[in-house]
């Protein structure tokens, strides 16, 4: 008899869960998935445009081929938008998660932090952009960064010789170096990540801890023994919205280049071939963190291996 409650209380959760992404779904199936086959279309097809609309004429894989054979731009800054992923990444979860951690402690003031690290999530959207680029506010925030936040020529060589002579890689310097140079990049990117990993922390039962701390763990072994395992589900979800949120930035050098040759030089199979190679670039980025991740966080109550 307990045996079918469960299972039935298992298919209503099932259920529910379905009807959650049911929206999702559909906007996947009568939305992305067509608007996706328009686009390969699109990028096997030179495009005439016309009074009465526009003609296809096939040409087949020329423009991928072109893409990498012919132009002298795609490939490096396709590959620079790649790279970005593995600089940019690290430093904005592990920003995200330590503040979220302190965000999940009780100290006078909270709601007000809480406010103040929601704002970067208020910053990237597209009304706040648009106000942004017209009223020339990114401007001053140009200006403030080339001052690198007050760093003097003198402080940065002191910073790097201080990290060059503790023995540290010269990779991991540079990170460090273009993190201090990207605070504000930083801080706006990480506003959506902070709450879902919050959320994640808040989820997490408060007896757990009290249990460990009367095995004798201490705050390192609390973070790595339970916090971290528990928010797995989030720190993925964090890991896909960042990558996409980084390489789909309409502020990029690939990107910017692509709508360039589609829409100011009317090179729209050139473009739209380019803007197929990088979704899949992209999706094969998202694949391969994610196998990473899989081995590499288990989710709460999976057996360990």
Known sequence: MKRQNKSHLLQRRALSGYFFVLPLLLGLAFVFVPNLIQTFRFAVNDIALSNEGYTLNSVGMKYFKEAFDTDPHFVPYLISSMKSFITDIPVILIFSLFIASILNTKFHGRGVARIIFFVPVILATGVIATVETTTGIMGIVEES??????????????IATLLTQINLPSQLI????????????????????????????????????????????????????????????????????????????????????????????????????????????????????????????????????
């Open 145 to 158: 960064r080339q001052l690198d936040i007050g760093l003097s020529a003198g402080e940065k060589v002191e």
């Open 174 to 305: 540079e990170l460090i170096g273009g993190a201090i140079a990207g605070l504000y990049d930083i801080v706006k990117s990480s506003g959506m990540q902070i709450y879902i990993l919050l959320a994640g922390m808040q989820e997490i039962s408060p007896s757990l801890y009290e249990a460990a701390e009367v095995e004798g763990c201490n705050k390192w072994e609390f973070f790595w023994k339970i916090t971290f395992p528990m928010i797995g589900a989030q720190i993925k979800v964090c890991v896909v919205y960042t990558i996409i949120d980084i390489l789909a930035d309409d502020q990029g050098t690939l990107v910017d280049y692509i709508n360039g040759l589609a829409f100011r030089n009317n090179m729209y199979a050139q473009g739209t071939a380019m803007y197929v190679i990088y979704l899949g670039c992209i999706a094969v980025v998202i694949g391969i963190v994610l196998v990473l991740l899989q081995k590499m966080i288990r989710y709460q109550g999976e057996e360990a291996r």
